[in-house]
C-alpha cells in the first residue's frame, strides 16, 4: 500500500442529490401543504356544523325561563321539562310559574319551532299567564343560539 491511497476509515461520506431524493422532498413539502389546506378546511366545516346543531338542553331552558320571567318579576317562571325532536327542528318546554301577586301556581306547555336561521319561536297562549301581565293573546318567546364563535 502506499501513502498517497486514501484509506476506509478516511473516506467521508458525501451528501449526494439525485433525482429520487428530489422527488421525495417535493413530495414531504406538498403533502404537508395540503395537510395545512385539509386543517384549515376543517375548522371552517366544524364552525359551520356546531352554527346548525340544536341549542343545549340546559342553555334553552336558562334562556326559556330568562325571557319568561315577566311582569316586572310577577311572573316567574321554572323549566322542568325539555324535549327537542330532531324530526320537526323544534323544543317542547314544559314549565310552570307562580303569580307572586296572587300566590298561585300554574304549569302549561309550549312548542317552539326553529325559523332555520338558529331562532325557535313559539306563543304562549295560556290565560293564567297572560291575564296578570295584559299580553292579550298571546306571549311570543324567541330563543336564539349562540353565534358558533362562542360556543367554541
Known sequence: MTDDAPSVSDRRPRLQFSIGSMLLLTAIVGLSIALALVYGKLVRVERTLSA?????VEDFARQFENVTTVGGG????KVTDVRYSPVENAYKVRFSWTDSQTGGQWSSNVILKSDGFGT???QIRNP????PI???DSYMVAIESPPALERN
Open 128 to 131: 293564567e299567564f297572560l291575564v
Open 134 to 136: 295584559k299580553a292579550g
Open 120 to 122: 325557535y319561536f313559539g
Open 52 to 56: 346548525l346543531q340544536p341549542i343545549a
Open 74 to 77: 310577577r311572573i316567574r317562571t
